[in-house]
């Protein structure tokens, strides 16, 4: 560290992703890969809270330019997952157990009575439509599939939600949703802990379809409690 500089900044790492990295992606959807990529190599661990990763080693990794590369940090940042460090690149969020309790309450808060809304208003065939969607999240938590799991689960209460027909209520609650699968110091679900989030789906389901009310209350509460979500 130079002399008189008051703190001293993280170095930036290069990253080298576990699985070999896709080949270079056509123009209109590099940004969208390397999102989609970044997404998983953080959900999956490979990224390290606390770390600063640079944008030119990702970039160069995935054989693009730093410029989508930046669009998709820039992204990350907005939904909490990552903090830019100018000049350097990005550092990956450490999300306290405080910070996911706040965010189960404001999940609890839209998504609850959204949900008992439309236990109320909808036909119960209506929700056979979200079963693929619920047993591609079983599938993936029965093989310890993190990454899979996140993807699954993200995609599940943005179809429940986007039900309600308001757009805006389905982004802020994904959006909620994308911030607490954001790994907190490191922490990983096991697969048991998987199976039993992604098993609440089916359960949530079935009360649904049986049009027991105070059963789909309960379900939904406990699913967005930060209790199941200490990552």
Do not use: K
């Not at 890969?33 to 990763?53: D, F, K, N, S």
């Amino acid at each position: 560290m130079e002399q008189g500089t008051a703190e001293q900044e993280p170095v930036a790492r290069a990253w080298v992703p576990a699985q070999p990295g896709p080949a270079a992606p056509r123009r209109h959807s590099v940004r969208g890969q390397v999102l989609a990529a970044l997404r998983q190599a953080l959900v999956g661990g490979e990224l390290t809270p606390g770390e600063v990763y640079s944008a030119p080693a990702l970039a160069e990794r995935y054989g693009v330019s730093a410029t989508p590369v930046r669009e998709a940090m820039q992204q990350l940042a907005g939904e909490g997952a990552v903090e830019v460090v100018p000049n350097r690149g990005f550092r990956v969020a450490e999300c306290s157990s405080r910070e996911l309790a706040e965010l189960a309450e404001v999940r609890g808060m839209l998504e609850v009575p959204a949900i008992i809304r439309l236990a109320r208003a909808l036909a119960p065939e209506r929700w056979e439509e979200l079963r693929p969607l619920a047993a591609a999240g079983v599938a993936a938590a029965a093989h310890g599939d993190r990454v899979g799991y996140a993807e699954a689960d993200h995609a599940f209460h943005v179809a429940l939600m986007s039900l309600t027909g308001n757009r805006r209520l389905t982004e802020v609650a994904g959006d909620l949703l994308r911030r607490t699968q954001w790994p907190a110091g490191g922490s990983r679900l096991r697969t048991a802990e998987l199976l039993a989030d992604a098993s609440e789906h089916t359960a949530l389901l079935d009360a649904l379809v049986a049009q027991e009310y105070a059963v789909v209350e309960r379900i939904a509460r406990e699913h967005v409690s930060a209790a199941r979500h200490p990552h």
